[in-house]
């Protein structure tokens, strides 16, 4: 895998000898990027949307191709989209992409996926549209999907911006938008070509009713994740499916500090592993935001001291913001690898409560970080040396009595610790 440096794109860069077709693009600027930032194929080829900066304004947006050495134009505004059926009397056949083009993803075998809800060319209510490179593949008030009880089938009524991905071997794909159904249950999400979760029906096999669908994405391997409310405004997780957390359930087995009523990011990786990111009941609003890994085990905690230079020792800086009520983490800025690295945007703090990057103003103090979940999920292997045995017992032991065995990471070693370890111990979880 490429690291972060290798991917850097910079928007001040010329587009060195970019082309479309046979016309030269050379010495054109990035503006600014479109949406979400593209997405990577399984050999590290990169793909996005940006506008540029200078060159004829009706061809400013573009999709461009990157391949670590140089960048082409795959596509750009006013390109043709084939297979789109316009609204009567209108002609089919005349449309193209438009000033906001998003969703933009990169398959193995070359093939861009995009979605576009600025089609020209086009009745409004033939819009949006998903694409593969410049052919539809659904359109608005056109295409159907299968229903969510699996029977039926139901028309697109709209396609959201930037939901719509696929898989780099191309045998999964993921869109949220409506369908033409009443207000109250016409949002979707659609996982390969059917409707999985639908507003104002329960998730299947839960009790849970949706409300809103706030986002949705799929991993390479085809896990798909989706988080969002409930009718009551309490939050929900789901994972290939399955309700893996909702408001008011407990962070991890047994634990008596409970989800609270916001989930700020879900995240998956290729080999099903989650990230959660929420607040909670915790009493202490400075220790009340925490990231959970598969429904086991607190990786993170507001309140959290982290090393700013990577030296081994922690510096004075602290997850969260001086003032405790706003939120220590960025919502949806968090990636899982396969080998279970986390990347994510916090916000730090010193230990005096005032935000760092405060003076001067800077606004929100977010940096860019990284933490190491490591291969074992065993919340009670205390000495992370693999498998379950009595040397993890003793060990706790030897650190509770001495003040340092957090293992509910609340943020202080008490009588809790020791009952909670106790039945984790006694009575694994999966992973142990």
């Keep these: ?6 991917r850097c794109i910079d928007r001040d860069s010329p587009l060195a000898n970019a082309t479309v077709g046979s016309k030269s693009r050379s010495g054109w600027k990035l503006g600014f990027f479109n949406g979400l930032l593209g997405r990577w194929d399984s050999a ?50 005349d449309e193209s992409f438009g000033n906001s083009v998003g ?18 060319g086009i009745h409004s209510s033939r819009r949006p549209a998903i694409i593969y490179n ?9 295409t159907t999907v299968t229903a ?18 696929t898989t780099p071997d191309g045998t999964h794909w993921i869109a949220i938008g409506t369908i033409n159904q009443p207000t109250t249950m016409d949002a979707v999400l659609v996982v390969d070509g059917r409707v999985v979760l639908q507003e104002g029906l329960p998730i299947p096999g839960s009790s849970v009713t949706i409300s809103t669908i706030v ?79 598969n429904g086991q085990q607190v990786l993170l905690r507001e309140g959290s001291q982290v090393d700013l230079d990577a030296d081994g020792t922690p510096d004075d800086a602290y997850l969260g913001r001086g003032n405790n009520t706003l939120s220590a983490f960025e919502p949806n800025d968090f990636f899982l690898t396969p080998s279970r690295t986390v990347y994510l945007f916090g916000n730090l703090r010193n230990a005096a409560g005032v935000d760092l990057n405060s003076n001067p103003v800077f606004g929100t103090p977010q940096a860019f970080m990284r933490i190491a979940a490591g291969a074992s999920y065993c919340p009670c292997d205390w000495n992370a040396m693999g498998g379950l045995n009595s040397q993890d017992f003793f060990d706790f032991l030897s650190d509770f009595f001495a ?14 610790d020791f009952f909670d370890f106790i039945a984790c111990f006694f009575t694994p979880p999966m992973g142990c």
Aim: aromatic share 8%; net charge negative.
């Design 215 to 293: 986002i949705a994405d799929i991993a390479e391997s085809g896990t798909w994740f989706a988080r969002g409310a409930q009718t009551n405004g309490d939050d929900w997780a789901v994972v290939n499916g399955a309700v893996v957390a909702k408001s008011g359930d407990p962070i991890t087995p047994g634990n008596a500090e409970l989800w609270g009523d916001t989930f700020l990011a879900l995240t998956a990786n290729a080999a099903a592993d989650w990230i959660l990111v929420g607040n909670t009941t915790a009493a202490d609003p400075a220790a009340d935001n925490v990231v959970v890994i």
């Design 1 to 6: 895998a490429r690291t972060a440096a290798d």
């Design 403 to 416: 003040g340092d065995a957090d293992f509910n990471a609340d943020m202080t070693t008490n009588s809790q």
């Design 134 to 142: 410049q052919v539809a593949f659904h359109q608005s008030n056109i």
């Design 44 to 93: 590290g080829n990169f793909a996005y949307s940006a506008r540029a900066r200078g060159g004829l304004a009706a061809v400013f947006q573009k999709v461009i191709l990157f391949n670590g050495v140089s960048s082409s134009i795959a596509f750009q505004m006013g390109d043709p989209i084939t297979g789109l059926l316009d609204l009567s009397p209108n002609p089919s056949g």
């Design 148 to 165: 969510l009880d699996g029977v039926g089938t139901e028309t697109w009524k709209s396609i959201s911006a930037n939901s719509f991905y």
């Design 103 to 120: 969703s933009i993803h990169l398959l193995n075998n070359g093939t861009i996926g995009s979605q576009d809800s600025t089609i020209v």
